[in-house]
């Protein structure tokens, strides 16, 4: 069935030319429009399926005049089995307390963003981020969103914050917009952790994908996405696998 997105309510812009963060050498442009407050998780929905990203209230995908290298991938969740590596992983934080909880920013999770950004991102394009933007980033939309914390154990109280996932629920899937995580227990991996917990909430509720976003083969930052197998790519003719 074709979807429709209302083109009344929508009006796309292009960004001028930057370069890459991506990949060396290489310049972007994107095209992107405000999502509308009256309709926007209807209009995420169908954006989404059709390439885009969402940052705040707005909508985009890459345009770049000499390069294709971004991929929109998503994960088939009923037909994704975990490796041996996965379960290992999955296993190695079976003790982190899991929270869905509002999107509403806290100074906790702003502080742990900060730490992680240094950690993985300095000089990056957010590491500069305010608390204004951080809480922009999480609660500036109309979508279905929300926060998946993951936490220490304890005892008394809430655990030690070490995981933060903002996450659209779309009519087929969970769509992961952004995620960070402490940067001190890189031995739990809990970048892939995030992404193989999402895969299975995703099937406990019978939800079909999970989109990752950009694949972009070669890029330290984004090439970790193709290790997900099996893994669909946006094409002109519709998904189909990725080879």
Known sequence: MTQHIPSRQLRFFMTSSAPCPYLDGKFERKVFANLPFADGARVNDQLTHSGFRRSQNIAYRPACEACDACVSVRVPVM??????????????????????????????QFMLLKR?????????????????????????????????????????????????????????????????????????????????????????????YVYLGYWVKNSPKMDYKGRFRPLEQLTPLGWRPLD
């Not at 279905?144 to 996932?165: F, K, M, N, Q, W």
């Not at 769509?175 to 917990?197: E, T």
């Open 79 to 108: 037909r994704y089995v975990f490796s041996k590596s996965e379960r290992r992983t999955l296993r190695r934080n079976a003790d982190l307390q899991r929270c869905l909880v509002e999107a509403e920013a806290t100074a906790e």
């Open 116 to 208: 992680y950004l240094g950690a993985r991102h300095a000089g990056g394009g957010m590491s500069e981020m305010t608390w204004p933007d951080y809480v922009a980033m999480v609660e500036d939309t109309a979508v279905r969103t929300h926060l998946i914390e993951y936490r220490l154990p304890s005892t008394d109280g809430p655990g030690r914050l070490v995981g933060v996932a903002l996450t659209d629920l779309l009519h087929d899937g969970l769509s992961m917009v952004y995620s960070f995580f402490d940067p001190d227990h890189a031995d739990r991996s809990l970048g892939m952790f995030a992404i193989l917990d999402h895969l299975r909430q995703a099937a406990a509720v019978r939800l079909p």
